[in-house]
């Protein structure tokens, strides 16, 4: 093993690290999908991780968080040119890119996303909300299935895109007080003045039938993108069709939990438990053996 391919070990345990420490529901799924498509998908979320923590970064200014993620979009279209990065983890994300042939499209939406985020107070309809769910979640889904591997249906990258807004779909009903504690609202706007709600009253539920409804309404729209993308597996390579699977069963496990009963949004982080998780593992296991039979 020459010094180069220790670099890039190196660099991958490093992205590896990342998601076992950082990425809670999806941990469970990454680490069922088979090697070397597992590493390749831990540098892609080192990625993420990285860009959003850049978005989120507690105490900095705006204007220097923008800097940063003029930074980072630059350092990332080097690693798409070829360049090496001295970093552990980035080395591995240019290796990833090369390997998978990524296109860069995605991740500069996804950067897009982020700064979009940076001035975000309010969201004034479903069209907004939409755009946004496509440039930080569907674009995450474009770029799974294609280290997956997928048997070239034209359906497919539909299927990844509204894949990706259930997910963040149910993110963003399920996370209603974190938002708005940092003075961000990704509900539409014009959809609580119709149900007679605005954000403050939602989060005190103060009207709980009005409050129940608007909820499941807004689960509603999530249910109907997982609805959609159901049939992504059966397109995906079959070693990597369990990984999706689980991640997917966590997620809308968590919108039902929601559906059942809408009022423990405002009271407490809606969740599963790590028993739950791993139970999901398990059966992705199964399903993973009995393709491979």
Known sequence: MTSSDLELARGYDACGRIVKSRARNFWYGLRLTPEPKRSSLYAIYAWMREVDDIADEDGAAVDARRLELDAFRARTHRAFEGEVDSDPWWRAFGDTVRRHTLQRAPFDAMIDGQDADLDWTT??????????????????GLICVRVWGHDGSPDVDRMAVDRGKAFQLTNIVRDLREDRARGRTYLPADEL????????????????IRCRDFIRGQVAHAEAYFRASAGLDAHLDAECRATSWAMTQIYHELLQRI???????????????????????????????????
């Open 123 to 140: 969201c004034a309809d479903r069209d907004a909300l939409e755009r946004f769910c496509w440039q930080v979640a569907s674009t995450v």
């Open 259 to 293: 559906d059942r009963d809408p009022s423990r949004v405002v009271r407490a982080r809606v969740g599963l438990g790590s028993i739950r998780k791993m139970t999901i593992a398990w059966r992705a296991r199964r399903l993973a053996r009995g393709v491979a039979s």
């Open 193 to 208: 003045e119709a149900a007679g709600l605005d954000i403050d009253g939602l989060l005190a539920w103060r009207d709980p």
